[in-house]
């Protein structure tokens, strides 16, 4: 059966302040050792079409950009002069209210360059909303990119990975065709074509080269570590209110950031 790994990115920039902050050079490196190494790198429509024509390729990636950082529009020149692609997926209330988030007309521009879907409204957990709030976040945030870049929106992905099985119903229901979650592990062709629903290994700060290169080959070591600190986050995920979890989630990988640090040196 034919797998493959998509990869999860945020923002390019060189601040301490985000964890998913990936510098310039770090991406440039990442993308460019895809291509070398003959992977076809694409955003979630290529997979669509893709899929129904059962034709995944061997070395195949899907990479997405979430939130809507004024540095995707970089990352999306970056990728089409090497040929690769992405799906940028957009909050509209970053874009519209926070300084650093892209702009309407360099979200036209991201367009011409790649495909972009939602993010939802506001950013908030899906999963946890109640029905008309849920029909808000994913309607209202795709007629809005959809009035802005005058093309469908028919992709997004679930802030925060909360994703349940109704706010796919809600999703496909209203015209959305595909989903990005947050699970870091492979993703089986067959169940994606059925599921439409895209795991994604999430690209974090420091990463070294070693660590980016495991992740794209889904070395079982690098996912089942990853998947081991998304079951002990997942089940603070489900007791504590979200405010308290960012913090939790933050010690968190700060605690494991030094262990790795004192151990094999990856991220
Ligand atoms: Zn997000």
Known sequence: MR?????????????????????????????????????????FPELARRLVCQDIPS?????????GHRSNLH?????????????????????????????????????????VGSHGLSHAPLSRLGMPQLRSELAESRAWLEDLIGKPVTTFSAPGGFISPAVLRLAWSLGYTMAGNSVEWWNEA???????????????QGMALQSFIRAVEGAPS???GRRMRASVLGLVKRVVPLQQYER????????????????????
């Open 3 to 43: 797998r493959f790994i998509s990869l999860m990115y945020h923002n390019l920039g060189s601040g301490q302040e985000n964890r998913y902050t990936v510098s310039e050079a770090t991406f440039s490196q990442q993308i460019r050792w895809l291509i070398d190494a003959g992977y076809i790198v694409e955003g």
């Open 59 to 67: 070395r195949y990636v899907v990479l997405s950009f979430d939130d």
């Open 75 to 115: 990352a999306a020149e970056i990728l089409r002069s090497t040929g690769a692609q992405a799906t940028f997926f957009l909050t509209h209330d970053y874009c519209r209210q926070r300084a650093d988030f892209l702009r309407d007309d360099e979200i036209k521009d991201l367009a011409s360059l790649c495909s």
């Open 190 to 204: 067959a169940v994606v074509a059925r599921t439409r629903l895209v795991n994604r290994v999430t690209i974090r």
């Open 222 to 224: 690098y996912l089942i």
């Open 248 to 267: 939790l989630s933050q010690s968190f990988y700060q605690a494991a950031a030094a262990l790795t640090q004192q151990g094999r040196g990856d991220g």
